[in-house]
């Protein structure tokens, strides 16, 4: 069984839009620019913020038929890139607490059903 576009949409959307909106506050912000890869030019800061535009705006073409296929195609190369950085927070975190180590292992596998709901929108 074929699971309805609309639903398919939420499921890619929906994560987009709310992760790139918590680049903005400077709480959370603060936590995303320890994901920032150090080798990446500039301040970490315009790397957080910039990834949360690219998230949000990519939500945002998603939303809308006109431009959904080439978003969805943008978004699996964004999706699998951004897995860089949760790879960085399970790498720092592997020494930190179980619940911690667990909430950075975890969040490795779940960019797989995004990646795959992303490609699926083509």
Aim: charged share 15%.
């Amino acid at each position: 069984m074929q699971i309805p576009e609309p639903v398919r949409l939420a499921a890619v959307i929906v994560p987009l839009a709310g992760v790139g909106a918590l680049h903005f506050p400077p709480k959370t912000a603060r936590v995303i620019d320890r994901l920032i890869p150090d080798f990446l030019p500039g301040p970490k800061r315009a790397w957080t913020v910039g990834s949360g535009v690219v998230e949000v705006g990519t939500a945002a073409a998603l939303s809308m038929p006109r431009t959904r296929s080439a978003a969805a195609t943008f978004a699996v190369g964004l999706l699998t890139a951004l897995w860089v950085g949760n790879i960085k927070m399970a790498w720092d975190w592997r020494g930190k607490s179980p619940a911690m180590r667990a909430i950075a292992y975890g969040r490795l596998p779940l960019q797989i059903p995004l990646i795959a709901g992303a490609k699926s929108l083509r």
